[in-house]
């Protein structure tokens, strides 16, 4: 655990991270020829090699190689270029290489009248993702919500391995942005978008994506331990109610840190190889928790693409049906006239839906659900050992009234738990529609952090530090405290505030802005 104190709420760092310019190294500069993309009108120029892109490193995101330039080029004369010819000293393009605007890519998003298109860029090359899109082992929710838009920090977040991402990318690139086309998409905050990448090249030197696996062998020993520990307090003391409502305690206990840990494994961050996190998270999700590891990763890589953005993260669909989330949405909720419930007062009957009833309802039905749809088999046999293991263990000390008792009851406690961490550094935040920005503010403005302290760092698994992990989403959570104070003085540079505050506080905030958001849209739904 982190030393008490370290990169806690407080003032605002002093000391700027250090700037250290990510590297990069030549991309490919071929593409295919002009028989994809109907409806546009692209440069084609003929000549020497491509304009760079950047490669991931290995393991951690990073770049590697020589420099990029920084900036726009002026277009050269639209037209052809003789082979291998250079203009306004800039190599000419590679043969049949076409070059695309940002107007002409934000047009393929995939809506409108068919064919619709989706494309996206990733370091200034430009990919068709039209077909892939749903055969996208992270979801095709989470490559959806980027078409049309710069990908490329996005990419660099989530992938730890540059050879098998590549052999993905390399078939679906169909040409790269025009040379009078800036690398920074014109929405997104340019001097921000160069910062935090300077901050991410400062975070791999430091080594903050490697994993101490000491960290993570003693919180699955805990977890085991504990989990132990509930059946033999049965075992041993019976089960009169006393010992019954410890043996449950302490099984919510394991059950809650054990979601902690398999966070850690659907994000990559607790080996370096990608399949030893798939197996022990299998291990963890499936047979310590009775759910699919695909399908929390399949709903959480959304969530984290496009935080509080509805209609694209999927941990805000309880609005409007169940919660009316936001103030603009609220307020565009009740001018329409639409009452799905009496959101005037959803900040009363939040306490006894949400938080006791997610996980052994909705979760435990729709984790069942995605699980069979999608054929997930070894999810499912995974999952089945579960529930095979609980009730033949616990079956033969409780009978069965009590078992169901004891089985829902865990679950109710382990629900409510998890939602009041996982909801407290997001609802209080903005929650609106997905208007294109760049990675750190989507990111900084969905979410808050939570007073650091040991206990808030167990109960929580470490997601008091919200921030951090939204920004650095594979980052071990051991190191959050670390790039705590670069992150602060990143927002300080560019006066976006960081939120920090108590556990309490936090807990309140969240009531405090349903209430709200719910006053909001009774107002609209009843004046105008």
């Not at 940002?102 to 068709?128: C, F, T």
């Not at 710069?150 to 990419?155: C, E, K, L, M």
């Not at 579960?386 to 004891?406: H, P, Q, V």
Request: hydrophobic share 40%; net charge positive.
């Amino acid at each position: 655990m982190a030393p008490r104190g370290a990169g806690t709420c407080g003032g605002q760092h002093p000391s700027p991270f250090p700037k250290v310019s990510p590297q990069t190294s030549l991309g490919e500069g071929g593409g295919r020829g002009p028989g994809r993309g109907r409806g546009v009108s692209p440069l084609i120029y003929r000549g020497g090699s491509g304009l760079p892109g950047l490669a991931m490193a290995e393991g951690g995101g990073g770049r590697e190689g020589g420099r990029r330039r920084e900036g726009g080029w002026m277009a050269p004369p639209r037209g052809t270029a003789e082979e291998g010819e250079e203009e306004d000293g800039h190599p000419a393009a590679g043969p049949g290489l076409r070059f695309f605007t940002w107007e002409e890519i934000g047009q393929r998003n995939g809506g409108g009248p068919p064919p619709q298109e989706r494309w996206l860029v990733i370091e200034r090359k430009v990919y068709d993702i039209s077909r892939f899109y749903r055969r996208h082992p992270g979801g095709a929710r989470l490559l959806e919500s980027h078409a049309g838009q710069d990908a490329t920090d996005a990419f660099v977040a989530f992938h730890v391995n540059k050879v098998l991402v590549s052999k993905y990318l390399k078939s679906l690139q169909i040409g790269e942005l025009a040379p009078d086309q800036p690398s920074i998409e014109p929405t997104k905050n340019k001097m921000l978008v160069k910062d935090f990448r300077e901050l991410r090249a400062t975070v791999e030197k430091m080594g903050l994506l490697k994993p101490n696996q000491l960290f993570f062998f003693l919180h699955l020993a805990h977890i085991l331990l504990l989990d132990i520990a509930a059946w033999l307090i049965l075992f041993y003391f019976g089960t009169s109610l006393m010992p019954f409502i410890v043996s449950l305690v302490v099984l919510t206990i394991s059950q809650v840190q054990a979601s902690w840990l398999q966070h850690d494994l659907g994000h990559l961050s607790v080996f370096r190889k990608t399949k030893w996190n798939h197996l022990l998270h299998k291990f963890v999700m499936c047979h310590l928790l009775g759910a699919s590891a695909k399908w929390w990763t399949l709903l959480h890589s959304q969530h984290h693409a496009k935080p509080n953005c509805f209609q694209k993260d999927p941990d805000i669909d309880m609005h409007p049906f169940l919660f009316t989330l936001g103030k603009k949405l609220s307020v565009e909720l009740g001018i329409k006239k639409k009452k799905y419930m009496p959101y005037n007062h959803q900040h009363k009957y939040f306490f006894i839906t949400l938080p006791p009833l997610l996980i052994p309802t909705y979760f435990q039905c729709h984790t069942f659900y995605v699980a069979y749809t999608k054929r997930y088999w070894a999810d499912l046999a995974w999952m089945l050992t579960f529930f095979i293991r609980f009730f033949f263990t616990y079956g033969a000390l409780l009978e069965i009234k009590s078992l169901l008792a004891y089985f829902f009851l865990f679950r109710m406690l382990e629900s409510s738990w998890f939602v009041w961490v996982s909801q407290m550094n997001h609802i209080p935040m903005d929650i609106y529609y997905d208007n294109n920005l760049d990675w750190a503010s989507t990111q900084l403005q969905a979410t808050c952090n939570v007073e650091q302290s040991l206990f808030n760092d167990w109960f929580t698994g470490h997601l008091n530090f919200q921030i951090e992990h939204h920004l650095f989403p594979t980052m071990p959570r051991h190191n959050y405290w670390k790039v705590a104070p670069l992150v602060k003085s990143l927002c300080a540079k560019h006066g976006i505030e960081y939120q920090c505050k108590p556990l309490l506080t936090a807990f309140a905030d969240i009531v405090h802005s349903l209430k709200n958001s719910g006053e909001l849209w009774l107002d609209a739904y009843l004046h105008k």
